[in-house]
């Protein structure tokens, strides 16, 4: 009887995303008409009034703008010379928190930019310009963040960091720097300690030609600002039957870097979010347990909205039964859908048994990670995961299309969301409606054992010691 109920649960909402096209033309709202959706940009708050008003008009409750303070940062001039071995500019772009500088030093370039590479040359990056590969990582592996690189260069002494795209076609790579002070909140403290610049492929190995021929000097001249802000993350809500204090939260981030639309990043999983809230709210009544669709903001600058929401709910006493982070679903021409849980091996069978149950094939992967939206509830044991579309970015080295001028709405299809809004859908009402759910809440202890195997522990100690 169970089983046949979710599947007339099921019908009901796929016929409500195989039948419309309501999703992709959010998502042209979204990249043609906004754009890219800067984190406390005027465009970023004009798509949350528009997501708002979305869950309002598909009949979700309690819907609101939850309010945050942050530090922005705004783009102004960035050039690149080449000093010596011969004179010339080149394309550059400055990544968010760059602080303005100006400056002229020898380049050492130390590869892929792993730690051994770092150890390495530790005695010759005083005083130099790093020049390192951006995210190297294929489809599958995992490899060091941007973020961890650029302290690594910190730390060693380095007066810049130049990172540059690993796929071709004149992409410059960008992203968020760390700050001064990881645990303050104002403009000092978020503005990055030195500059970081990001290279396109092309450019990078023209650089790493003329460091063949002996030393390689460049000069710098950026000039950017760093200031206070806000954000929202945009929430709506399904109330559960029989345990409406008990929460399935699900949802992806709408902002975006300010050089490029956004498109699947996170664009996609935006709207993926909207969807499922959308075909759930046909089941209005019928789900045990609260949906809670958010749309978080701020994700591309440090995750502050998952943030905020996380310490919120804490706050709060909320019980949080499980996070689907859509970051990276809907991407792509769809079908290679993938399930990333954050160090929970006991949901690995019980999710696996969903794929057979369905039927609907998708991969399954658990691996705790701490560079997207679940990461602030997974530092409060909330069992969580992240759907994404694979391939997006089949064929490519790190994020492929993301965080370039590339991720525009073309790399996009209304398959790819229908798809992954289907399967999420299916996802959320089984994690409302199980009373034999096998996730739980990790302790604190738990939490700390969790990150310590995932070789995380002494990062998260250093910027969220409120947290751990």
């Not at 019908?11 to 042209?28: M, P, Q």
């Amino acid at each position: 009887m169970e089983r046949e109920r979710l599947r007339e649960l099921d019908r009901v909402v796929l016929g409500e995303i195989w039948t419309s096209d309501e999703a992709w033309r959010n998502l042209v709202y979204l990249c043609d008409d906004l754009g890219h959706r800067f984190a406390g940009s005027e465009q970023e708050w004009r798509a949350a009034e528009f997501l708002a008003e979305r869950l309002r008009a598909y009949g979700l409750e309690n819907v609101r703008l939850e309010e945050f303070p942050m530090v922005t940062w705004e783009r102004g001039p960035c050039q690149l010379w080449v000093i010596e071995p011969l004179e010339r500019e080149l394309p550059s772009l400055a990544m968010p928190y760059c602080p303005s500088a100006h400056l002229e030093a020898e380049v050492v370039d130390v590869g892929e930019g792993e730690l051994p590479d770092f150890d390495r040359l530790a005695s010759e990056i005083p005083g130099k310009i790093v020049l390192t590969d951006a995210e190297t990582n294929r489809p599958g592996e995992r490899k060091s963040h941007r973020t961890d690189k650029y302290n690594w260069a910190v730390q060693r002494g380095a007066v810049a960091v130049l990172f540059v795209n690993q796929n071709p076609g004149q992409l410059h790579i960008t992203g968020s720097l760390t700050g001064r002070n990881p645990n303050g909140t104002s403009a000092v403290d978020r503005e990055a300690p030195i500059p970081g610049l990001g290279l396109s492929y092309e450019t990078g190995m023209f650089l790493r030609r003329l460091a063949k021929r002996g030393t390689l000097r460049l000069r710098i001249a950026t000039e950017n600002r760093t200031c206070e802000a806000r954000s929202a993350n945009v929430i709506g809500e399904l109330p559960g039957r029989t345990h409406p204090e008990e929460i399935v939260l699900v949802g992806g981030h709408y902002d975006g870097h300010d050089i490029a639309q956004g498109a699947s990043d996170d664009g996609a999983g935006t709207v993926v979010g909207l969807e499922v809230g959308r075909a759930l709210s046909r089941l209005r009544g019928q789900l045990a347990r609260t949906v809670r669709i958010i749309c978080f903001g701020a994700e591309e600058l440090g995750l502050l909205g998952a943030y905020y929401h996380a310490a919120r709910a804490a706050a709060h006493d909320e019980r949080i039964r499980f996070v689907l982070n859509l970051d990276g679903a809907g991407r792509g021409s769809g079908g290679q859908e993938q399930l990333v849980l954050s160090g929970l091996p006991e949901l690995v069978p019980y999710f696996q048994a969903i794929s057979r149950e369905l039927p609907y094939d998708f991969a399954i992967r658990d691996e705790l990670n701490a560079h997207s939206d679940h990461f602030p509830f997974a530092l409060r044991g909330i069992p969580n995961a992240t759907l994404s579309s694979r391939d997006a970015t089949s064929g490519m080295v790190g994020r492929g299309w993301g965080h370039t001028e590339a991720d525009t709405l073309d790399k996009v299809t209304l398959r790819s969301i229908q798809l992954a809004a289907a399967l999420a859908a299916r996802l959320v009402i089984r994690l409302s409606e199980d009373e034999a759910f096998p996730g739980r809440q990790r302790t604190p202890e738990e939490v700390r054992q969790q990150l310590a195997e995932a070789g995380l522990l002494e990062r998260v100690r250093a910027s969220e010691g409120n947290v751990i």
